[in-house]
């Protein structure tokens, strides 16, 4: 994101003719890609992580984080994270992981928008922030169950 936000406007870009805001787009996928490679990631797991990144859904991935930015996982799942409340940093990063989503999907998706440049490094430092408090909660069971419901929440038998 702030590698293509510093190349906006050169005259590189522009005399190789590439549009602007496809530049800008490619990155979010890969911001994501490392938002999700660091959730996963406890020791060498690259086998594991290569197989799993396929099986998850955006659309049960947003419902999940949406919830508990929220401070209130889905019924299905709040057994996992009782008796405690949400803890703050995984709110954060649920949030965060919304909003990412939507900018990527705004990115991909709706060719009249554009992104500033202030936008995109305002993007990059969330995924940043994001990735810094997942490493200070990912190894407790809140983010254990974070994980596995953002993979299995359709499997998972519940209220």
Known sequence: MLICSSKLGTLQQRSRGVPLRPACAAPYPRHIMRFFIALISRGN????????????????MRSISKSLAAGTPPDRISAAF?????????????????????????????????????????????????????????????????????LLIDRIQGS
């Open 82 to 150: 009782s008796p405690m409340p949400i803890n703050p940093t995984l709110k954060s990063v649920a949030q965060a992981f919304l909003d990412l989503q939507e900018a990527r999907h705004q990115a991909d998706y709706n060719s009249y928008r554009l992104f500033t440049r202030r936008e995109a490094i305002y993007n990059h430092h969330l995924a940043v922030h994001a990735i810094h408090d997942w490493a200070k909660i990912r190894k407790t069971s809140q983010a254990d169950a974070y994980l596995t419901s953002l």
């Open 45 to 60: 797991r690259t086998p594991l992580r290569q197989v799993v990144s396929c099986a998850f859904y955006h659309k049960d």
